[in-house]
Nanobody, 122 residues
Framework: VRVVESGGGLVQPGGSLRLACVVS?????????MGWARRVPGKELEWVSG???????YYADDAKFRFTISRDNTKNAVYLQMNSLKPEDTAVYYC????????????????WGQGTQVTVSS
């Protein structure tokens, strides 16, 4: 299974970015919960958002009302639209398979991408 993220970059506070994640080699993608996690410098890996096969979504408190997760099962893709970005959103963002609500992010479980850097700075 290969997971590839894209869409990170440098953005000013208040700006937006759309992250994309494409998964290959996973035949049952449409049945798989998908998650976005991030690692903020100096902090533990945390889930930002997750989405089940039926489109039901979870957001960390800090991401609610600013981030929107979506998926396209025809493309084996998951997206994270991030609006109203803050400097504290600066992190490496990872896409992962086998996300489930209440789980802890663990790169040893499921398949993870290499991450995409998001930097929010003026």
């Amino acid at each position: 299974v290969r997971v590839v993220e894209s869409g990170g970059g440098l953005v000013q506070p208040g700006g937006s970015l759309r992250l994309a994640c494409v998964v290959s080699g996973l035949a049952d993608f449409k049945w798989t919960g998908m998650g976005w996690a991030r690692r903020v410098p100096g902090k533990e890996l945390e889930w930002v958002s997750g989405i089940y096969m039926d489109g039901s979504a979870y957001y960390a408190d800090d991401a609610k009302f600013r981030f929107t997760i979506s998926r396209d099962n025809t493309k084996n893709a998951v997206y994270l639209q991030m609006n109203s970005l803050k400097p504290e959103d600066t992190a490496v963002y990872y896409c992962a398979t086998d996300w489930a609500y209440g789980s802890s992010p663990n790169p040893r479980l499921g398949s993870w991408g290499q991450g995409t850097q998001v930097t929010v700075s003026s």
